[in-house]
């Protein structure tokens, strides 16, 4: 007998900030809603956090944690504290051994090691690389996910099929869309290949796939937004300069994010004051790739968009 059989394998909801704050609740703490409901709140957060992160998992899982600077970090979901569903969760040093400088970018259940064929990394400075995921299947407590060059940071990462196709996108409004059979297999030690060529100080702030919705949610630092389907960017080769994704002039700002998005869904948007506001996405225009977006949050003084997240579905179905 071991310490983990005298543990329930109780259903958990494990949260994870964009501060770096994670916890764990009991599933049957989050009540059934039907479609369209507003939820419920998940933590009591500071003004300037989200809740990044949402999975649902259960005690016995191994969770992998995936940094900014390409390490996996994997512990067993029981190892995370259990809180209160407003409970604000611990710092995430205190479960995971992080560096100063490093920080939470993703969380993987390695119960998806029956329905992903792949992990998918996104780096900051335009690289992706493809790993099975089985390589992944490690006893080790840290392995490493890419090796990254200079000054670059790991940015998404996505369980993939291997059929699909993937879309990057940048600071300065540029996208690409490519077929995921680009990308060979790699190693977890290797650096991956060029994703999209990145113009002098443009950077890379989201990626996604054709899986994971059916628009693409883009955000500016200024505080305006757009819908654009996919269908609107056009597939092409693999290491291009893409195409606009948004037309950004100077009260727009930069791009701060993208991600999939289905009409569905809800997103909170938090501020540089820490002022934070919940919308529908559905009542965000959806507009063409050239097109500029619609304001979604109003900006006073040098206030602009800090982050956004998808509000976390609560246990509808």
Same mark, same amino acid.
Request: hydrophobic share 35%; no cysteine; charged share 30%.
């Given at each position: ?153 790991? #940015?998404?990462? =996505?369980?993939? /099929?291997? %059929?699909? &196709? ?6 300065? $409004?540029?996208? @690409? !869309? ?77 791009? #701060?994010?993208? =991600?999939?998005? /289905?009409? %569905?869904? &809800? ?6 004051? $820490?002022?934070? @506001? !919940? ?39």
């Amino acid at each position: 007998m071991t310490l983990e059989d005298l543990i329930a394998d109780d259903d958990l909801i494990v949260t994870v900030s964009t501060n770096g704050y994670i916890k764990s609740v009991k599933a049957n703490v989050y009540r059934s809603q039907g479609r369209g409901g507003r939820g419920v709140k998940a933590a009591e957060l500071r003004e300037d956090d989200i809740v990044d992160t949402m999975i649902h998992t259960s005690s016995h899982r191994n969770l992998l944690f995936f940094t900014n600077t390409g390490q996996v970090h994997r512990i067993k979901a029981h190892q995370i504290p259990v809180q209160t569903r407003t409970g604000k969760g611990v710092v995430a040093q205190a479960v995971l051994p992080l560096q100063p400088d490093e920080r939470i970018q993703a969380v993987v259940d390695t119960k998806d090691f029956s329905e992903a064929k792949f992990l998918t990394v996104f780096t900051k400075k335009g690289v992706v690389k493809k790993t099975a995921f089985e390589e992944y299947d490690s006893r080790q407590a840290s392995i490493i996910a890419i090796k990254l060059q200079d000054d670059d940071e790991v #940015v998404v990462v =996505r369980t993939t /099929s291997g %059929e699909r &196709e993937l879309l990057m996108f940048t600071r300065d $409004g540029m996208a @690409i !869309r490519f077929p995921e059979s680009d990308l060979r297999p790699m190693g977890r030690s290797t650096q991956g290949v060029r994703g999209i060529r990145l113009r002098e100080g443009d950077e890379v702030v989201g990626a996604a796939t054709t899986d994971d919705g059916e628009e693409i949610l883009l955000l500016s630092s200024g505080g305006y937004g757009k819908r654009t389907a996919l269908e609107h960017f056009r597939a092409q080769k693999r290491g291009g300069i893409g195409v606009k994704a948004m037309k950004l002039t100077r009260v727009r700002g930069t791009l #701060v994010g993208a =991600r999939a998005v /289905s009409p %569905e869904d &809800e997103i909170f948007v938090i501020n540089t004051s $820490g002022v934070g @506001i !919940r919308t529908d996405v559905k009542q965000i225009s959806r507009q063409k790739r050239e097109a500029t977006g619609v304001r979604v949050m109003n900006m006073e003084g040098d206030d602009q968009i800090a982050a956004f997240a998808l509000v976390p579905q609560d246990e509808e179905e």
